[in-house]
């Protein structure tokens, strides 16, 4: 059984390399197109598996070319996939993607994903019995979320949730479920209605989110870090300085590191304070660092060897040795 379950999306993203992203109306020509997995959901997914997690996903893809690509590479690296249903009318997702050397843009096709109901429910629950944390994120119906992250917390897990893309505010009876917000810049501004531009105003985004009843938001700023504010505290953890090439995925292996660094802590132990949250941000940081210095979102993942070398070499203390 798996310690990790994620309820998410599956896209297959179509890359095109860019010298930069194009204007509204312009044509631009690429340097180089692929094919690969990706879908925030499956990408948090691989992260927190590479790591060496039990990990299980529960979604669905389309009776398709692309859904039995997204399937393999999941089976590849050894997550449960036999809560992932395959649609008999619907496409798999997409995900339209230019990647410039600074930055990219993204078009997502829901597809299958858009089609997650009660009966995926249904499939998760079964894993709450033995999972400790539930990763969340807003490429399925939200109403779909909102219940799962209801259903995940009263069971007892760590409910992280993602809110990626963000539409707006979140309801009042849906954040006080959820253990661990990890908004990035865009959507923390969204989600408070506040403009967040650096440290200062991240940390006051999150303050006024937290105050919604969330345990602790986890506002990720890139190469500025991530500020974490929880209902006693809120402190910055700084990034890791990186050379950069393609930052497609980069929260969702935050996110997986996120994951699997609270993975160590007991089932019920939810009520996350600085001195847990601090090494586990470090730890994310660092799996976010390592992903963004390979192009693909899944395929850039590391494992645990790798992200305990980097941590080695950056001289901070690896997983185990919290
Ligand atoms: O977070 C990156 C992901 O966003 C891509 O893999 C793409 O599929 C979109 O969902």
Known sequence: MADVVVLGSLNMDLVAEVDRLPQPGETLTGRKFS???????????????????????????????????????LKRDRID????????????????????????QIIVTPGANGALDENDLARLIPYFERAKVLMLQFEIPLSVVEKATALAYQAGLTVMV??????????????????????????????????VTDVASAIAAAKMLQQQGITAVIVKLAEQGAVCVTATDSFVVPAFAVQAIDTVGAGDAFNGGLAAALCQFDRFNRHYERATLEPAIRYAHAVGALAVTQSGAQSAMPTADRVDAFLRQHEVTTLGQH
């Open 35 to 73: 094919t690969v997995p990706g879908g925030k959901g499956a990408n948090q997914a691989v992260a927190v598996a590479r790591l060496g997690m039990a990990t299980a996903i529960v979604g669905r893809v389309g009776a398709d070319a692309f859904g039995q690509a997204l399937r393999a590479q």
């Open 81 to 104: 996939i036999s809560a992932l249903q395959i649609h008999d009318s619907l496409p798999s997702g997409t995900a339209l993607i230019a990647v410039s050397p600074l930055n990219n």
């Open 162 to 195: 993602d809110p990626a893309p963000a539409y707006g505010p979140l309801a009042a009876d849906f954040c006080e479920y959820i253990s661990i917000l990890t908004p990035n810049q865009t959507e923390a501004a969204l989600l408070s209605g506040q403009s």
